[in-house]
């Protein structure tokens, strides 16, 4: 080895050796530099700060104001959620509801307190969408499939009608296809708005025993969907194991004495949305 690779090579060493010293005497500058990181102020529930409101001349009309500053706040008032910091929600039901508060921060998600309004007078003009009359009107309305075209299958796309490859739909008439389902009475679903979103359904089994459950529903008319609470679609056939969700429902064609109602097949033959049809009861 050269002299001068035995040079270079007890550099590294010289270095090391020098700043041993410089740290030993109380110097700092083989030190790297540091800075200090001020870390997000966590927020705790006292420090939040909301307001909760009702139109003195229409309670059914609720204004939600987050005044907590550099947070992102999160209402749940039961039939949905807001994250804005002033929001209008509307109550058309009389009754006592409960507003939850919180805020996402720096610091994380902060829960806070609950306010419980109450609303004095049911106010259906505020359902303007005509899904509602569709499906409940204005007396209640009771639903079976309509065995002249029980069931059918559409594509993912066919509640957004884009043209695309999946959207299409294939709805049989019962004549001709008797393989979709036995014929025979499978109950009825009552939908009503009577002081509030009532859905109750009686499902008979192939060994003719019925069963009632009863429960809630609700209308998202911007998505088209509805959500059923407490209880299960009426359905017919052996296709429940097809799907993992019967409360989540597309509504897929809607008029006044015809509904299909569609759940989202998960298991079995692909992608698709199942539709039931149903007529009025007579």
Known sequence: MSRAC????TLPRLITTACLLIV????????????????PEILSSATLSYKVTQNTEKDNEVYLASETIA?????????????????????PFSGDYIIHYGVSSAGGFVPGD????????????YLTDPSWGYIAGETGKTWVLDMTKPIGWYGPDYPKHNGSADDWSWHPDYAGNEWVMEKRDYGSMHFDLNNGKNYSVTMIGANGKATTKTGTFDINTAAGTMKLNGAEL???????????NWQSICLLDLSETSITLGVWRDHGEGL????????LQQ
């Open 6 to 9: 035995q040079k270079a090579s």
């Open 24 to 39: 030993l005497t109380g110097l700092e500058s083989c030190n790297p530099s540091e800075k200090e990181v001020s870390t």
């Open 71 to 91: 947070a992102i706040p999160f209402w749940d008032y039961g039939s949905g959620t807001s994250t804005k910091k002033l929001d209008t929600i509307i109550f």
């Open 114 to 125: 609950s306010t419980t309004i109450h609303v004095t007078n049911t106010d259906l003009s």
């Open 234 to 244: 009426l359905y017919g056939g052996d296709y429940h194991s097809q799907a993992s």
């Open 272 to 279: 698709a949305w199942i539709g039931y049809t149903y007529k």
